[in-house]
């Protein structure tokens, strides 16, 4: 069995907007990385995430940037030991007809076929989810949902 996941939601601003509120690392600190990101989202680029919630920075591998498209990382699988990265790619796609809204979609594969891997896997859909109700509500609403969630 192959271990991925996709997530996704629609926000109501304009693709641009949406994709530096993730690429930009002052705004996904606002939101998400609740401890700092250090680096802005550009291509051959390691940046690192931190989250208050969880012990540690994580370094994020930027594999590819397309500008109001798409983001693909890498960083290490969620699970004990894990020797071995996941790849994570976040679209952006303008809703047909409404230019002032955004469909992003969030997925994550590569995930060994394990018990671990299974429960990691699990466990970063719970956090990718949560990362677009919290994009969500930043962006549409200035509000910070993440700020004590996982407290």
């Known amino acids: 069995m192959e271990l991925r996941f996709r997530v996704f939601a629609h926000i109501s601003k304009p693709v641009h907007e949406v994709f530096e509120a993730v690429a930009d690392p002052d705004k996904l600190s606002c939101y998400f990385t609740t401890?700092?990101?250090?680096?802005?989202?550009?291509?051959?680029?390691?940046?690192?995430?931190?989250f208050h919630d969880f012990p540690g920075t994580f370094p994020?591998?930027?594999?590819?940037?397309?500008?109001?498209?798409?983001?693909?990382l890498e960083w290490q699988a969620n699970e004990p030991d894990a020797d071995y990265n996941v790849t994570v790619t976040m679209t952006f796609k303008p809703v047909d007809g409404e230019p002032e809204r955004t469909l992003v979609e969030i997925a994550e594969e590569g995930w060994r076929d394990t018990e671990a891997a299974l429960k990691g896997s699990y466990g970063n859909c719970m956090g990718w989810s949560q990362m677009l109700a919290a994009l969500k509500a930043w962006v549409e609403y200035d509000i910070n949902l993440r700020d004590g969630m996982y407290k």
Request: charged content about 30%; glycine content about 14%.
């Open 35 to 50: 401890g700092g990101a250090v680096g802005r989202l550009e291509e051959g680029k390691t940046v690192t995430w931190d």
């Open 60 to 72: 994020v591998h930027v594999i590819e940037v397309v500008p109001d498209e798409r983001i693909v």
